[in-house]
């Protein structure tokens, strides 16, 4: 089945720390993989998407398919990093059905 | 640009009772998701409407049924309402149905709550 874990609900990191949200999941065939992020009091939005290979925001993401892994990362944490962020997966069909599977999130502290 | 908009905020509703949702989609897209947030999960997608056609479903019962208009907003509702569907309720818009290359914006969400 497909399936996405994130494995800590919560990481709490010092502003000017490196940081890692990890990501697995489970896929049978070529995944596409997305990180999603919601900042306090506004809505879930697109970070990055594992197709672009690029960067956002300082962040980072490299699909390992032999660890099948996606984790998000960024060298030097701001406090504006601080917000939920949510590795996903495209579903069955892949883009035909344009349906995201979830992990259950990653609650980002960054402290000054 | 308008967002994506959802009304109503939240609502409350008695177990047993029928719920509508209603979404807006961004200006421009065609195609309407929907997924369901639990308390402390990620969003669990519902279905897909794309030019007022169902688009591919989750694991949902038939009892969470769908609209999508001409004019590409999206209506999701819930029949014989449980406790368990209390959940936040979100819908995202696209400019096609391809997940791989279509960007989904989200709207704020609907909470649903059940008693």
């Known amino acids: 089945a497909q399936r996405v874990t994130q494995p800590e609900k919560l990481l709490s990191v010092f502003k000017g720390a490196p940081v890692e949200l990890k990501c697995n999941y489970s896929?049978?065939?070529?995944?596409?993989l997305f990180w999603y992020v919601q900042y306090s009091r506004q809505r879930l939005q697109l970070l990055l998407r594992?197709?672009s290979r690029e960067s956002i925001k300082g962040f980072t993401a490299d699909l390992n398919k032999g660890e099948t892994s996606f984790h998000l990362k960024k060298p030097f944490a701001q406090e504006e990093d601080s917000a939920m962020y949510y590795c996903?997966?495209?579903?069955?069909?892949?883009?035909?059905?344009?349906?995201?599977?979830f992990g259950k999130g990653t609650k980002l502290s960054v402290k000054p | 640009e308008t967002g994506v908009t959802q009304s109503p905020t939240h609502l409350i509703k008695t177990r047993g009772q029928q719920v509508t949702l209603r979404c807006s989609s961004q200006?421009?897209?065609?195609?309407v998701s929907w997924y369901q947030q639990a308390l402390g999960q990620g969003p669990q997608f519902i279905f897909q409407?794309?030019?007022?056609?169902?688009?591919g479903r989750g694991n949902f019962p038939p009892r969470f049924s769908g609209l999508q208009f001409p004019n590409y907003s999206s209506e999701l509702n819930v029949n014989a309402l449980e406790l368990d569907d209390s959940a936040l309720y979100l819908c995202?818009?696209?400019?096609?149905?391809?997940?791989?290359?279509?960007?989904?914006?989200f709207g704020p969400g609907t909470r649903l709550t059940v008693t």
């Open positions: 896929y049978s065939g070529s995944p596409e």
């Open positions: 200006s421009g897209h065609n195609t």
């Open positions: 409407y794309y030019r007022e056609e169902e688009n």
């Open positions: 594992h197709i």
């Open positions: 995202a818009s696209s400019h096609g149905a391809g997940g791989l290359y279509y960007e989904q914006y």
């Open positions: 996903a997966l495209s579903g069955p069909g892949g883009g035909s059905q344009g349906n995201l599977i």
